[in-house]
C-alpha cells in the first residue's frame, strides 16, 4: 500500500462499513476532528453524529486525535463522551503508539479515520494500521491545514496520475 493512500475512502463517517471493520476485527477506531467529525467552527455537536457516536461505542472503543488545542478538542470529545489527544502533532505517530500503550492493543485492531492525507492517512500508513480517508465536511479549513491542502493537492495529482487514488472514487 502506498504511503499517501488509504485502505477505505468514504464520502463521510456516516457511510463508513462500521460491520465490516468489526469483522475484519478491528476494535478502536480514531478519528480526526476537524473536518472529518466537526466542521471546524462547529462548537455543538449535532444530534446525528452524537447517535452515531452511541451507536459505535457499543461495538468499538472510539477515541479522538487531533493536532488542535485541548481546549477545542475537549470541549467537543466530551459532548461525544469519549478520550481524545489534542496537539497531537499528525503525522507523527506519537499519539497512536499512547493509545496502542494505554489499551495494550494490536495493531491490527486500530483503524484512524480522517479526513487530510498528509496528516490522518499518513500517520496511520507510517504506524502500520488501517487508515480512513473521509471528504472534508466543510469547505473551510483551519488556518494551519492551508499548507497541508496545499501538498495534498500534488498529492493527489501524482496518485491519480500513476492510477492510486483518485477524489470522489469511493471503496471499502
Ligand atoms: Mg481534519
Avoid at 486500530?110 to 498528509?118: A, P
Avoid at 487508515?131 to 491545514?145: F, Q, S, Y
Avoid at 499548507?147 to 487514488?165: A, D, H, S
Wanted: charge should be positive; glycine fraction near 4%; hydrophobic fraction near 35%.
Amino acid at each position: 500500500m502506498h504511503i499517501y493512500v488509504p485502505n477505505i475512502y468514504q464520502k463521510s463517517i456516516f457511510k463508513i462499513d462500521y460491520k465490516k471493520l468489526k469483522k475484519k476485527g478491528i476494535k478502536y477506531l480514531i478519528f480526526d476532528l476537524d473536518n472529518t467529525i466537526a466542521l471546524v467552527d462547529e462548537k455543538k455537536t449535532p444530534k446525528k453524529t452524537k447517535a452515531l457516536f452511541d451507536k459505535l461505542k457499543t461495538d468499538f472503543i472510539v477515541l479522538i486525535i487531533s493536532n488542535n488545542t485541548k481546549k477545542r478538542v475537549k470541549e467537543y470529545s466530551d459532548q461525544l463522551e469519549v478520550p481524545f489527544i489534542s496537539m497531537a502533532m499528525k503525522p507523527l505517530t506519537k499519539g497512536l503508539i499512547q493509545i496502542k500503550k494505554k489499551y495494550q492493543c494490536q495493531k491490527e485492531e486500530m483503524c484512524m479515520i480522517g479526513d487530510q492525507i498528509m496528516t490522518d492517512v499518513l500517520s496511520g500508513n507510517l504506524y502500520k494500521i488501517d487508515t480512513v480517508l473521509v471528504d472534508p465536511l466543510g469547505k473551510k479549513d483551519l488556518k494551519i491545514t492551508a499548507l497541508n491542502r496545499w501538498i495534498e493537492n500534488k498529492v493527489l495529482k501524482q496518485l491519480k496520475k500513476k492510477k492510486l487514488f483518485e477524489k470522489g472514487k469511493y471503496y471499502d
